[in-house]
């Protein structure tokens, strides 16, 4: 499953950022994920519940923030909500569309001690 090698990967790298910080324990962190970056959030969610029990996550707020993806017509101009990068405009039925939202995939802020 991509999604639980992504959130083996996300603990990893926090792990390493709070030892080059010297922290020791994670209370609070915030992911967003975009709803066209390839990562089915809900499914992000669980792997990260079931991977950080024994990782400097234990315990930790874990926020999963999701981005709607947004698109911009490259003929008519038009910005609309897209639900897959495929979408084509609601209006001219146009494609493709610029993607102007929706792609991130990163944490957003960790409060950690
Ligand atoms: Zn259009």
Redesign the pocket.
Known sequence: MHELSLATSLINLIEREAAKSGFMAVLEVQIEVGDLSGVEADAFGSALELLVSDTILSGAEITILRTPGHGK?N??D?EFLMTTRTDT?P????FPSEISGGEEFRVVSMVAE
């Open positions: 017509c003929t008519c038009r405009c209006g001219c039925k146009a």
